[in-house]
């Protein structure tokens, strides 16, 4: 291109089959053939992965996509697997220890830590569960309410497989015998300080432990050890957060100085390790109603997290070597 | 047993009619009224015409003679149509309701009312259940002025059931309706020229295709159950999706400008969006029909995708005998 030649068929390598596409679709269009049908004969001069991928384009453009009840869109997720798989393996190097104990099939219920207003550690636990297991099947994962409101971040979310953090969302995931991923620090955990990053915050009311008493589901712990310093919190602004809306506005060293490319998470080395499942179905559905039952146990899980994160806290070494 | 005696309002709509329509063929039902300020676009065979306004403190008077064993109260005023203020729309919802609930403590023979409501009651919520069941009705505050229109219906016809244990009292809350036939929001708003939404949304809507939608109400007149019952299509679809099917363009639109853009365009004449639909558009919604299915015994024929892909195939075929 640069010596600015006329004849694009001796241009790079990858122009070529562009020019021959862009020739044979003017053909098809002034044949008087509709625009579909001139992008599906056209494409026939493309070598086979870019005619693939084109007509999955025309395909979703055209409105033939499956989403599921949920709103989960296995396409978009599959899309989106190689950009997740470069930062599960390049950006934050993830290490994933036992994800062989999370059940290949029937409910459960991932209970991990949380950090960082963006539901990464989400992500990053789905495609462990999709690369390592042996059965793999994406997790759905409840997303704090707020990320709803938000656009483009809403309709990811969901594509993706994640729902609104409501108790009768995980209910009823559950009931439906999906594997559902829960964060109990929610916006606490989300918004904890740099310097207790490691600190698992309070498991709010223990709901989590209420949703698996009732449905039966065991209870695998997660403990997610990198997160923590993608967007280190060194301070925050009620101001901002107010105009905003947000539950909390970080001020991190990159954010808002750099404006959006703060939002950039640092490559920070992570640990995933999945923990033992806590079966809770011998105490039946009845046992979601005594709260101080449901408290010690909301209280044991947490203890079980915070000596996993520890423990791999240890074997990390370095935040970011 | 005697044949039914059946009264519906809001006769002149296109469900009110086709329902009196099915009732007239059915050798159980010895009568049919129909209550409406308009005539029905078809003639009707034995349908007794009723022209008076739903308001119209005469019904006090008017209904008892007639002996009816059934009310199905299908004038709830969802969108006020052309020339219709929202002041009017919501006194012919609430005080209309009203004064039909007075006719009904005068007429002794009613033994079921079925009530066609919406599942606007929910609202349309950003952290909502994605299937809201029929005992989260005020899981939030009531927004929009259709809201509390309804949230009053149901609490007068809520009272009614309680003072009369005798009497069956089924509240419908319909999700949106797609068909051919009729001329409801959600076709009107897949035919305009460009469709808005909201820039970085794509929320989920659940809708019920208008034959279902009139299945469910003829299952619930045979089969009349206490409380509400959510009605709509299995399954929920894409708002993008629902919109590329339909072979429309989109109009983005960034959400602090979206009113202003749909009240501008309102005034050259095209679809008013009111604001229930706005907060449909960007957070959607659906209900849970295991109720429907379960108690009313009535499951839609189309799934919500499935209704959308009959109105689009319709559409086509009326396009090109066109």
């Not at chain 1, 989403?67 to 869109?73: A, I």
């Not at chain 1, 559950?174 to 207790?196: I, N, Q």
């Not at chain 1, 050890?225 to 925050?236: D, F, N, T």
């Not at chain 1, 640990?271 to 105490?283: A, K, Q, T």
Request: charged share 25%; net charge neutral.
């Amino acid at each position: 291109m640069s010596d600015g030649r006329p004849d694009p068929g001796d241009g790079p390598l990858p122009l070529r089959p562009v020019v021959s596409f862009l020739r044979a679709l003017r053909g098809g269009l002034d044949g008087g053939n509709g625009l579909t049908g001139a992008i599906a004969d056209a494409a026939l001069a493309l070598p086979r992965e870019a005619r693939e991928s084109l007509e999955a384009a025309t395909r979703r453009l055209g409105g033939r996509y499956e989403e599921d009840d949920w709103g989960f869109d296995e396409q978009f997720a599959d899309a989106a697997l190689p950009f997740l798989e470069f930062m599960f393996d390049r950006w934050w190097r993830v290490h994933a220890e036992g994800v062989q104990h999370v059940p290949s099939h029937g409910r459960a219920l991932l209970v991990a830590n949380h950090a960082g207003i963006m539901p990464w550690d989400a992500t990053m636990m789905g495609v462990a569960m999709m690369r390592e297991h042996p059965l793999p099947r994406p997790p759905r994962f409840l997303v704090l309410d707020w990320a709803f409101d938000l656009p483009y971040v809403s309709v990811a979310m969901r594509k993706l497989g994640g729902v609104p953090a409501s108790p009768f969302n995980a209910i009823r995931l559950l009931e439906e015998d999906e594997l559902v991923a829960v964060f109990p620090e929610g916006v606490k955990g989300a918004g904890k300080s740099y310097r207790e990053r490691y600190r698992v915050q309070r498991f709010g009311r223990g709901g989590f432990i209420e949703i698996a008493l009732r449905t039966g589901a065991p209870i695998v712990p997660v403990a997610v050890v990198g997160s923590e310093e993608i967007h280190p919190k060194l301070a925050e602004s009620s101001v901002l957060a107010r105009l905003t809306g947000a539950p909390y506005f970080p001020i991190t060293p990159t954010f808002p100085l750099l404006g959006p490319l703060g939002v950039v998470p640092l490559p920070s080395r992570w640990r995933i390790e999945f923990g033992e499942p806590v079966d809770l179905s011998v105490l039946g559905p009845g046992a979601a109603d005594d709260r101080a039952l449901v408290l010690e146990l909301s209280e044991h899980v947490r203890d079980l997290i915070q000596r996993m994160v520890y423990d791999n806290l240890v074997k990390r070494r370095h935040a970011f070597a | 047993m005697p044949g039914r005696r059946i009264l519906i309002t809001g006769i002149a709509s296109y469900l009110g009619t086709e329902l009196a329509r099915i009732l007239e063929d059915d050798p159980e039902v010895e009568y049919v009224a129909g209550l409406d300020t308009r005539r029905p676009r078809v003639p009707l065979a034995r349908t007794e015409l009723i022209e008076r306004d739903i308001r119209d403190p005469s019904l006090l008077a008017l209904l008892p003679p007639t002996g009816v064993d059934t009310v199905v109260h299908n004038q709830i005023v969802r969108r006020p149509g052309a020339g219709m203020s929202p002041r009017r729309a919501h006194d012919v919802n609430v005080i209309g309701s009203l004064q039909l609930l007075a006719a009904c403590e005068r007429t002794p023979t009613i033994h079921s009312i079925v009530v066609r409501g919406s599942a606007g009651i929910y609202g349309a919520e950003p952290a909502a259940p994605q299937f809201f069941t029929e005992d989260m009705a005020r899981l939030y505050p009531l927004r929009t002025r259709f809201q509390r229109d309804v949230a009053e219906i149901e609490n007068l016809f809520g009272t009614f059931a309680k003072r009369h244990e005798s009497v069956a009292c089924s509240m419908l809350r319909y999700q949106p309706s797609i068909g051919p036939a009729g001329s409801t929001q959600i076709p009107q708003y897949l035919s305009m020229p460009v469709v808005p939404t909201y820039l970085g949304f794509d929320p989920r809507i659940q809708l019920i295709h208008e034959r279902d939608a009139l299945g469910a109400l003829v299952a619930a007149v045979r089969r009349p159950v206490r409380g509400p019952v959510n009605v709509a299509a299995e399954g929920t679809i894409g708002l993008t999706r629902m919109i590329r099917l339909a072979g429309r363009p989109t109009l983005p639109i960034p959400s602090p400008l979206f009113s202003g853009a749909t009240a501008a365009g309102k005034r050259v004449g095209l679809l008013d969006f009111s604001p229930d639909f706005q907060r449909l558009l960007r957070y959607g919604r659906g209900v849970d029909t295991a109720r429907l299915q379960s108690e009313i015994g009535f499951t839609p024929r189309h799934t919500t995708v499935a209704a959308v892909e009959d109105y689009v195939a319709s559409r086509r075929a009326a396009d090109v005998a066109a």
